[in-house]
């Protein structure tokens, strides 16, 4: 009697387990490749491959398939950070560039590290800032969280983020960070409840506080202030010390401030004599 011998069933790797109806190991590549995005600007594709013990071919999809959603932008041999298309008007902008380049590498470590002391499901609060703006591009996640602004830009760079909520508030375009202030700003904070509040300032002074060279600004960050329960102060060495002209809050208001190594131990000892946590990165 002739038997029939049935083929071989081959046997099926991680990388396969891909085209089953769990997508549960394409989802942490990609939370993994954009966390790496989010620290480093760009990925390559043969160190993604390495660290995540797949092939070359794996990756190449991952980042086209992320890329097609507008979450980053292909290169040969890997992918970027995308610039968002909002800055566009202002790149040839001498003046702005160099607010943005100012400390650029100390501002991405402080919004880092702000950024991880966010708990999933909180409501915080960021004022308009290039510091303040790293926070952002640095939250975890699928996180859950509801983000309340004045600023336009941080809106626009949160917009394809599905896991944020964000709530602008209203009022009148200002300065030369796209922030919203006027009275119907303010008023759109009265029914909220800010879990943790990010203050970028012009100047962090121990007497004068937190402070900025706008009155409107001064304002409404005062209010988000008020409706906040934890303070966190966001800023490079070179504000520390600095008094503008108006204050948004007094020193004894924060919880922590997050600083760079570039602060030295006698300038930030007035700070923590007080009882403010200071976080150098």
Same mark, same amino acid.
């Given at each position: =009697?002739?038997?029939? /011998? ?69 290169? $040969? ?8 298309? @909002? ?8 003046? @702005?560039?160099?607010? /943005? ?22 409501t915080i609060a ?29 809106? =626009? ?9 964000? @709530? ?5 375009? $200002? ?16 029914? =909220?409840?800010? $879990?943790?509040?990010?203050?970028g300032a012009d ?8 402070s900025c060279f ?16 934890? $303070? ?50």
């Amino acid at each position: =009697m002739r038997k029939t /011998v049935k083929p071989k069933q081959a046997m099926k790797t991680s990388e396969d387990s891909q085209d089953s109806p769990s997508r549960e190991p394409q989802d942490k590549r990609t939370q993994f490749i954009l966390t790496s995005l989010q620290e480093t600007g760009s990925v390559v594709v043969e160190e993604l491959a390495e660290k995540l013990n797949v092939t070359v071919v794996t990756i190449r999809r991952d980042l086209d398939h992320l890329e097609q959603q507008g979450r980053l932008r292909r290169t $040969h041999g890997g992918a970027v950070s995308i610039d968002p298309l @909002f800055y566009e008007p202002f790149k040839k902008d001498r003046s @702005f560039l160099a607010q /943005v380049e100012r400390q650029a590498n100390e501002k991405r470590r402080i919004g880092r590290a702000a950024a991880a002391l966010i708990s999933p499901g909180e409501t915080i609060a960021i004022t308009p800032g290039t510091t303040t703006a790293e926070i952002i591009r640095g939250l975890p996640l699928n996180s859950r969280i509801t983000v309340v602004t004045n600023t336009a830009n941080i809106a =626009m760079e949160l917009s394809k983020r599905k896991d944020v909520n964000v @709530f602008v508030t209203g009022g009148h375009l $200002h300065g030369e960070w796209f922030s919203l202030v006027g009275p119907s700003a303010v008023r759109s904070l009265e029914n =909220m409840i800010i $879990h943790t509040m990010f203050i970028g300032a012009d100047g962090i002074d121990p007497a004068w506080g937190l402070s900025c060279f706008s009155s409107d600004e001064a304002e409404l960050n005062a209010a988000m202030v008020r409706r906040s329960r934890r $303070h966190i102060a966001v800023a490079d060495h070179t504000k520390l010390g600095v008094v503008a002209d108006w204050r948004i809050c007094e020193i004894g208001t924060l919880n922590k401030l997050i600083t760079d190594t570039g602060a030295s131990d006698e300038v930030v000892e007035p700070y923590q004599s007080v009882g403010i946590e200071v976080i150098r990165v």
